[in-house]
């Protein structure tokens, strides 16, 4: 068990648009490169004027994880939770430290 299982309580499958060959047509999809990826997700409140100077609150996400991770931008990241919560989101910029990997990301609306 590594530190990021002990510190990182939440779980991501991470997944990149790829040119795949089967039965001899190549074509482009989602293909899973990593799975059950130990992380935490952080939220936090951003506040600013809207439309007609009306005050609006968005959340910011931003996903920490450990720094051997190979995220791109535009990969897809399912997160859960630990408290069993599903999100979607976009992966952004990452900024790798050496002990972590900090990812900026766009959370996926649902219809």
Sequence with gaps: MSVFDILHKDKMTISRYEKVKKDGITRFEDVEK????????????????GDGN???????????????????????????????RVYKFIAGESFPYDSHLEISVKKEETA
């Design 34 to 49: 990593y799975t059950n990826i130990a992380c935490r997700l952080s939220k936090e409140k951003l506040s600013n004027l």
């Design 54 to 84: 009306i005050p609006e609150v968005t959340i910011g996400h931003k996903i920490f994880t450990g720094p051997s991770i190979d995220i791109q931008k535009g990969d897809k990241i399912v997160l859960t939770e630990k408290s069993g």
